[in-house]
Each structure stands twice: as C-alpha cells, then as structure tokens.
C-alpha cells in the first residue's frame, strides 16, 4: 500500500504538473517545453502502470487511474491537433518555394535556402512530436485495455462468486433472528420517538402546516386528478382515436395518475421533513419509502397509460389486449417488489445488517421477478393476437427464455444469489427500455408520416416547396423513417450497455473508436464526418429545392421569360446545387479533391468506354439546356411520335403524345436526328385543307366561298392573310386547298373542323358539288368464233 500511496502521488503531482506549462515553461523554447510535456506524459503513464502492478489496488484507485489516462489522452489528442495545424501551415510555406533545385542546376538565393533550411527543420521537428504523441496514445490504450480487464475480470468475480445456499437451513438460522432483531429495533425507535415530548412539541408546532399538506394531497389525488382526466384524458364517445389523440391522451393519463400522486406524496414528505416529525433515524427511511412510492407510481402509471387495456383503440403500443392485461399484472407486481426492495436495503445499510439477511433479500426478489416473468412466458394464450396462431419460431423462443429463467433461479438456489439477481434486475431494466423504445419509434414514425401527408399543413407546404409527389414522399418517409430508427437503436443499445454493467468511460471510449478511430493508410475514416458530409449534401440539395421552387414560382413568372427558358434557368440551378453539395460533402470527408481528380482522370478512360451512352446523353442534355432548340411545353416531332415536352432530364426528354402517353428520347437523338419543332420561335401556325368539287364547277366562285369562310374565322390571322388556291385538275374532281395561318398552331385540329364544317354548309348553299372518286369501267364484248 505504501507503494500505491506513493504512485498515486507521482500521478497527481504529475497531472497538476501539465497545467503549470504557461507558467513555469513560458521562458523555454517552443522544443524544450514540447520535450518536458512529453516527459511528464511519460512519467504519468509509468506511475499508472507500476499502480496496474500492485494486486492490492482498490477500485477507487482504479476509477482514480482511469481519469488520470483519460486526461492525459485528451491532452495529447489537443496537442496533436495543434502540431497538425502548424504541420499543415510549414507545409504550405514549403510548397510556396517550390522544390529546391537539382543538382547541376542553378543554385536558389541564400536567404531563399536558409528560409528552405529553417522550415524543414520545424518541418521534421513537428513531425517528430506527432509520432512521439501518437506512440503515447497507443500506450494509453494499452494501459486503459489493461485497466478495463482488470475492472471486468473484478466485476465477474462478484458476480459469480458463490456463497450459502439460500435454500439451507443454516442461513436461515442466522438470518431469521437478525430480521426479528432490526424489527424489534425499527418498531421500538418508532414507537420511543413518536411517545417522546420532542416529537409532540414538534407536530403541535408543525400540525397545521402538515395538515395543509394532506389536505393538499387529497385534492391532487382526487378531485384535480379526476377533472385532468375528464377534460384532457381518452374521450369515450371516439373508439378509433388518431394517432395523436392517443398520444396526448397517454401523456394526460400518465401525468395525471404518476406527477399528481408524487406531488401529493411529496408535500406531505417534505410537510414532515421541515417540521422535524421523521427524526434523525427516520429522514434515511422516509427518503426510502418516498423513492419507493415515486418508482412504484410512475412505472405503474406510464405502463397502463401506453398499454390502455380497458380501451384497445386508445393503445400506442400494438400489442394483443390480453398480453397488454397481462404485462400491466406484471409491471404492478414488479414495481411493487421492486420498492419494497429499496426500503428494505435502507433498512439493512442503516442497521449494519449480517450477509445473510441480504443474500435472502437479493435472492427472494430474483425468484419473485423470475417466476413472474416466466409465468408471463408460458402463457401461450395471451402472445397470439385475437383469432389467430402463434408463429412456431415465437414459440420456441419463449420456451427458450423461460428455461434461461429457470437455470438463473437454479443458480440463485446454488448459492449465485448475486448473479441471479443481477440478471433479474437487468432483465427488468431492458424490458422497460424496449418498451421505451417501441413508444418512441412509434411516435417518431406517427411524426414523420404527419409531417409529409398531403393532408397536414406542414405535410403540404414541405411537398409544395420541394416539389414532390405522392411516391417521393413515400421514399422519403421510408429513408427518413429508417435512419431514425437506425439512431434510435443505437441510443437503446447503448443505454443497454449501461444497464448491463459498462462503464460509461468505456462507452465513451468505443464510439470515440467508432466515430473516429478507424485509419487506413493516411485517410482517416470517421462516422462523424460521413454524417456531417451526409447532413451538409442532403441540407444543400434541399435549399437548392427551395431555391429553385422560390425562382420558379415567385421570381421568373414576374418576368417576360417563356416558360421553357424558365425551366431552363431552374434546371441549370438544380445541376449547379447538386454539383456544389457533391464537392461540399467530399470535403467534408476529409478527401483532397486534388488526389480525388487524379484517380478520376485515371478512372475516366474506363467510365468513358463504360458509360459512353450515358454521358453522351447527359452532356446533350446540357446542351439542349443552353442552345433551347427544344425547350417545356414546346410542340416537336421526332420520327413518328409528336407531342409536348414535359422534362428534360439527364439521360432523356420527356414527351407527352396527344394520347396521353410518355415517350422517353434519349437526348442524343435530339441533338444529332431532326426533330421538327412546331413552336420553337412562336406559335403561330399554317392550316392547309384541301377541297375538291365536281368538274364543271365555277373556279372563281369556289376560291371567292373558301377566302370568305376563312376570313369570317375569329382565330384565322388577317396578316399573313388567308388564301385559296387552285392545285390542279384531279381524276375526279378539280383541286382547291385554302390555307391561312394561325396565331396558336396548338389550335390547328380545332380551327380545321371548324373551317371543313363551315365550308360544307357553304357549298350545300350554292350547290357546289364536292365529288366521290369515279371510274368508268369499258365492258368488251366476247364474240365466240363461228364453227365451220
């Protein structure tokens, strides 16, 4: 012990020692100062280690080691960062001179090769503490890796080591009379302080101020209690609630019956507390019972509320009504050994009770909680909801637990009171951390679902805004859904660490790993980047959404562009936003985009034989963007199919047909095929209706009948002016065709049917006659040759 007590003053003296470095090194150079702050590193890491040496060593001294590495860690990670800084600032000043000349040539100026000199030497210099540093952060890991074994290797030994079976008469013979003994002693003390004249001058003192606590209490617990429920509990005309009434009815429910009581309960605690009624030895015994009467109640409380048993349609978490009765048994019964136990070990810590009393308290509350769970396990019936089976795998499981169960009370019975009831305890623990769980992810995704529905305010400003549909909103709530969950049970994991018995330090230590410790070669690979590069790309590409949907809707209609230059202009900022949040997340990374377009220049002679298609078409695409022979809504013909332009996207064009339908265009095809685009300048048009009337008919008065319906036509164009023209003389008919010009060509089947109706009745009125095809068939007569 002398040797421990003399380390664990080299440590302290050393660990105090680091923060004298602004004082009594602030008149030594920066290399001296570096070299004494490693030293006393080092001479802090041997002090901690002879102490790991002594098998004798407390596990107050432990916990003491462990903060004095996790300090020196945490300053040797600042001081690395620092030295990186002013590694990277001596490199750029190196980089500026460029490389020094070979030999043969030229030599550099003096002053230029003594300042080259100077920064290589800070250059290796820094170099050199950072590998020293780093070499101290793999023996504190050795040392912490050793600490932590020896902790758990402790931790195990308890929890395994076995003593007297409870099950045996002799413990009972040693426990029994003690028991009768604390409560001789816990009745008596009572009974003396409550009969002593103090106790009486103190409640007369205090009576009223005590009275007013009760009464209190009884108008919490009763009638405001009863008013909350009413007025902002489960309504019972509503038997298929929504989500959130169900919600904000379970937290009404689960204040009312666990806040108020604890409220109540507490008042009349502290009434007794301040008036001096619990006396010396009965403040540790009423803390106790006022713990126990909080657990009991709030466990209670928010169990019923969540699980609603008498109002299935009020339950937020999905289970079967009988499992839910059920579990609602069980957490009573639970919640209340479990407040029992808390007074209890008051009572046997403040009377110095004999082991034996507490390995029969430990063991009595494994069996109990043992059994109860168990019980809940093999009841088949209350697992399968209503009208229907249990699957066989849930089955066998349960049975598989309950035999775990069974071995834990065997081993209590064997004398492991401790590991039976560590697993008992925990087991409980868990159990309500899952429900915790379930509740919370239910709720997140309720929320998440309620803030992209169509149906909500929110849901539908966010898909206005960021222009999505019904199966974009549906991905994106999958995604978002699933990375909640994903966090949510990392949270519940590692809270079930804690319960389990790891220590919060080495929790501490194994994300710090995962977040950050993973290196390979010289990049280092840290969650926390790939999330901020994550979080830092999705946020830019949603604002550029905002951006372009702001343009869209509120600037660019203001102003005299046609819709396609619009789209356009929205199109470019969403390649340029997309662009921008693809360099900002691999910078976050921590990649160097300058290696980065390296391997993209060596990688592109393969992508490009690869994807040759795909880039053909996505650079088309930039081009149909800024040449805009074809832009949204115009009118074009590619081949054989014809319609409108809906999108323009990176691989290929959307065309809508008069159908209805969508035909998709590579974009290559737009820019190396022709392709006839009806409105590309303007959309006026020219109609062409050829007529045909009957030989014989007046030339003149046809012409005259075909320019006088076309000028009488509203949407016919006066300048160019309409014409009729005499094409030529047919097989049956003589041929006209009127043609004139329309302001929308959009409007061309329209404005013919109005123009081929008008021009039948006007020549039914003068008796022009529009001809059928006619063929004059010749019949020869067959003579027969005459018989000689």
């Given at each position: 012990?002398?040797?421990?007590?003399?380390?664990?003053?080299?440590?302290?003296?050393?660990?105090?020692?680091?923060?004298?470095?602004?004082?009594?090194?602030a008149?030594q150079?920066?290399?001296a100062?570096?070299?004494?702050?490693?030293?006393?590193?080092?001479?802090?890491?041997?002090?901690?280690?002879?102490?790991?040496?002594?098998?004798?060593?407390?596990?107050?001294?432990?916990?003491?080691?462990?903060?004095?590495?996790d300090?020196?860690?945490?300053?040797?990670?600042?001081?690395?960062?620092?030295?990186?800084?002013?590694?990277?600032?001596?490199?750029?000043?190196?980089?500026?001179?460029?490389?020094?000349?070979?030999?043969?040539?030229?030599?550099?100026?003096?002053?230029?090769?003594?300042?080259?000199?100077?920064?290589?030497?800070?250059?290796?210099?820094?170099?050199?503490?950072?590998?020293?540093?780093?070499?101290?952060?793999?023996?504190?890991?050795?040392?912490?890796?050793?600490?932590?074994?020896?902790?758990?290797?402790?931790?195990?030994?308890?929890?395994?080591?076995?003593?007297?079976?409870?099950?045996?008469?002799?413990?009972?013979?040693?426990?029994?009379?003690?028991?009768?003994?604390?409560?001789?002693?816990?009745?008596?003390?009572?009974?003396?302080?409550?009969?002593?004249?103090?106790?009486?001058?103190?409640?007369?003192?205090?009576?009223?101020?005590?009275?007013?606590?009760?009464?209190?209490?009884?108008?919490?617990?009763?009638?405001?209690?009863?008013?909350?429920?009413?007025?902002?509990?489960?309504?019972?005309?509503?038997?298929?609630?929504?989500?959130?009434?169900?919600?904000?009815?379970?937290?009404?429910?689960?204040?009312?019956?666990?806040?108020?009581?604890?409220?109540?309960?507490?008042?009349?605690?502290?009434?007794?507390l301040?008036?001096?009624?619990?006396?010396?030895?009965?403040?540790?015994?009423?803390?106790?019972?006022?713990?126990?009467?909080?657990?009991?109640?709030?466990?209670?409380?928010?169990?019923?509320?969540?699980?609603?048993?008498?109002?299935?349609?009020?339950?937020?978490?999905?289970?079967?009504?009988?499992?839910?009765?059920?579990?609602?048994?069980?957490?009573?019964?639970?919640?209340?050994?479990?407040?029992?136990?808390?007074?209890l070990?008051?009572?046997?810590?403040?009377?110095?009770?004999?082991?034996?009393?507490?390995?029969?308290?430990?063991?009595?509350?494994?069996?109990?909680?043992?059994?109860?769970?168990?019980?809940?396990?093999?009841?088949?019936q209350?697992?399968a909801?209503?009208?229907?089976?249990e699957?066989p795998?849930?089955?066998?499981?349960?049975?598989?637990?309950?035999?775990?169960?069974?071995?834990?009370?065997?081993?209590?019975?064997?004398?492991?009171?401790?590991?039976?009831?560590?697993?008992?305890?925990?087991?409980?623990?868990?159990?309500?951390?899952?429900?915790?769980?379930?509740?919370?992810?239910?709720?997140?995704?309720?929320?998440?679902?309620?803030?992209?529905?169509?149906?909500?305010?929110?849901?539908?400003?966010?898909?206005?805004?960021?222009?999505?549909?019904?199966?974009?909103?549906?991905?994106?709530?999958?995604w978002?859904?699933?990375g909640?969950?994903?966090?949510?049970?990392?949270?519940?994991?590692?809270?079930?660490?804690?319960?389990?018995?790891?220590?919060?330090?080495?929790?501490?230590?194994?994300?710090?790993?995962?977040?950050?410790?993973?290196?390979?070669?010289?990049?280092?690979?840290?969650?926390?980047?790939?999330?901020?590069?994550?979080?830092?790309?999705?946020?830019?590409?949603?604002?550029?959404?905002?951006?372009?949907?702001?343009?869209?809707?509120?600037?660019?209609?203001?102003?005299?562009?046609d819709?396609?230059?619009?789209?356009?202009?929205?199109?470019?900022?969403?390649y340029?936003?997309?662009?921008?949040?693809?360099?900002?997340?691999?910078?976050?990374?921590?990649?160097?985009?300058?290696?980065?377009?390296?391997?993209?220049?060596?990688?592109?002679v393969?992508?490009?034989?690869?994807?040759?298609?795909?880039?053909?078409?996505?650079?088309?695409?930039?081009?149909?963007?800024?040449?805009?022979?074809?832009?949204?809504?115009?009118?074009?013909?590619?081949?054989?199919?014809?319609?409108?332009?809906?999108?323009?996207?990176?691989?290929?064009?959307?065309?809508?047909?008069?159908?209805?339908?969508?035909?998709?265009?590579?974009?290559?095809?737009?820019?190396?095929?022709?392709?006839?685009?009806?409105?590309?300048?303007?959309?006026?048009?020219?109609?062409?209706?050829?007529?045909?009337?009957?030989?014989?008919?007046?030339?003149?008065?046809?012409?005259?009948?075909?320019?006088?319906?076309?000028?009488?036509?509203?949407?016919?164009?006066?300048?160019?002016?309409?014409?009729?023209?005499?094409?030529?003389?047919?097989?049956?008919?003589?041929?006209?065709?009127?043609?004139?010009?329309?302001?929308?060509?959009?409007?061309?089947?329209?404005?013919?049917?109005?123009?081929?109706?008008?021009?039948?009745?006007?020549?039914?009125?003068?008796?022009?006659?529009?001809?059928?095809?006619?063929?004059?068939?010749?019949?020869?007569?067959?003579?027969?040759?005459?018989?000689?």
């Amino acid at each position: 012990m002398r040797r421990l007590i003399a380390v664990l003053i080299v440590s302290l003296l050393f660990a105090s020692g680091l923060s004298w470095q602004s004082g009594g090194y602030a008149q030594q150079t920066p290399e001296a100062e570096a070299t004494a702050t490693i030293s006393e590193w080092r001479s802090v890491l041997d002090a901690v280690e002879a102490g790991l040496a002594d098998t004798e060593i407390s596990d107050t001294d432990l916990a003491l080691m462990r903060d004095r590495l996790d300090g020196v860690r945490s300053d040797v990670r600042k001081w690395i960062t620092e030295l990186t800084v002013e590694l990277e600032a001596v490199q750029k000043e190196m980089q500026a001179f460029g490389p020094a000349p070979a030999e043969g040539q030229e030599p550099e100026p003096e002053a230029v090769a003594v300042q080259r000199q100077e920064l290589q030497g800070q250059l290796n210099e820094i170099s050199g503490h950072i590998k020293e540093a780093e070499l101290l952060i793999g023996r504190i890991a050795v040392d912490l890796s050793k600490l932590g074994e020896l902790r758990r290797s402790r931790f195990t030994e308890k929890v395994f080591q076995r003593g007297m079976s409870p099950l045996s008469p002799s413990i009972w013979r040693l426990a029994l009379p003690e028991m009768r003994s604390i409560s001789a002693s816990v009745t008596g003390s009572t009974v003396r302080f409550v009969s002593s004249d103090t106790f009486k001058q103190r409640l007369a003192g205090s009576i009223y101020a005590l009275l007013a606590a009760i009464l209190a209490a009884v108008v919490l617990v009763w009638p405001v209690q009863r008013w909350t429920l009413k007025k902002f509990g489960r309504d019972p005309s509503i038997q298929r609630p929504t989500f959130m009434q169900s919600l904000r009815a379970t937290l009404v429910v689960g204040v009312a019956r666990a806040f108020l009581p604890t409220v109540a309960v507490g008042l009349v605690y502290l009434a007794a507390l301040s008036g001096g009624l619990l006396g010396d030895a009965g403040k540790s015994f009423a803390q106790a019972l006022f713990l126990g009467v909080v657990l009991f109640t709030w466990s209670v409380a928010f169990f019923r509320a969540s699980l609603s048993p008498a109002n299935p349609g009020w339950r937020i978490v999905p289970i079967p009504s009988k499992l839910a009765r059920a579990v609602q048994s069980v957490v009573i019964a639970l919640a209340l050994a479990f407040s029992v136990d808390i007074v209890l070990s008051e009572v046997i810590v403040s009377y110095s009770a004999r082991l034996a009393v507490t390995a029969l308290r430990d063991f009595v509350l494994a069996a109990f909680v043992i059994l109860i769970l168990a019980n809940l396990l093999l009841r088949q019936q209350i697992w399968a909801p209503e009208d229907t089976s249990e699957p066989p795998r849930w089955r066998w499981l349960r049975l598989m637990l309950s035999t775990g169960l069974m071995v834990v009370l065997m081993a209590g019975a064997a004398g492991y009171v401790a590991f039976a009831r560590f697993i008992a305890t925990q087991i409980v623990m868990t159990g309500g951390l899952v429900l915790v769980v379930l509740v919370l992810n239910r709720l997140g995704r309720e929320f998440i679902s309620h803030a992209l529905s169509e149906e909500t305010w929110i849901g539908e400003s966010l898909r206005d805004k960021l222009r999505m549909d019904d199966e974009s909103a549906s991905r994106s709530e999958f995604w978002i859904g699933l990375g909640y969950d994903t966090v949510l049970a990392l949270l519940g994991l590692v809270i079930a660490a804690f319960i389990w018995g790891a220590d919060y330090k080495d929790v501490a230590d194994w994300t710090y790993q995962l977040l950050f410790g993973l290196k390979i070669g010289n990049f280092t690979f840290s969650l926390v980047s790939v999330f901020t590069a994550i979080l830092l790309f999705v946020g830019l590409v949603l604002a550029t959404r905002i951006v372009q949907h702001v343009l869209a809707e509120k600037v660019l209609t203001q102003t005299q562009m046609d819709k396609g230059t619009r789209h356009s202009i929205r199109i470019g900022i969403g390649y340029i936003g997309i662009i921008l949040a693809a360099l900002v997340g691999i910078s976050a990374l921590g990649l160097d985009l300058s290696k980065l377009a390296i391997v993209a220049g060596a990688l592109s002679v393969g992508i490009g034989f690869g994807l040759q298609n795909v880039v053909n078409n996505f650079v088309s695409g930039l081009i149909l963007l800024v040449e805009r022979p074809v832009k949204v809504g115009d009118w074009i013909v590619v081949g054989d199919k014809q319609g409108y332009v809906k999108r323009i996207k990176v691989r290929a064009t959307e065309i809508q047909t008069f159908d209805r339908a969508s035909v998709f265009v590579p974009n290559s095809h737009l820019i190396s095929e022709s392709v006839t685009n009806w409105t590309y300048a303007d959309k006026m048009g020219r109609v062409i209706i050829p007529v045909g009337v009957a030989y014989g008919t007046d030339s003149g008065k046809v012409m005259e009948a075909l320019l006088k319906i076309a000028k009488d036509h509203s949407e016919v164009l006066r300048d160019p002016g309409p014409a009729a023209v005499f094409r030529g003389f047919g097989d049956s008919a003589l041929n006209f065709e009127l043609r004139c010009f329309l302001k929308d060509v959009e409007r061309t089947i329209s404005v013919t049917s109005d123009l081929c109706v008008e021009i039948d009745n006007a020549f039914r009125d003068l008796g022009i006659e529009i001809p059928f095809p006619q063929q004059d068939v010749y019949v020869r007569q067959f003579v027969p040759a005459s018989k000689s």
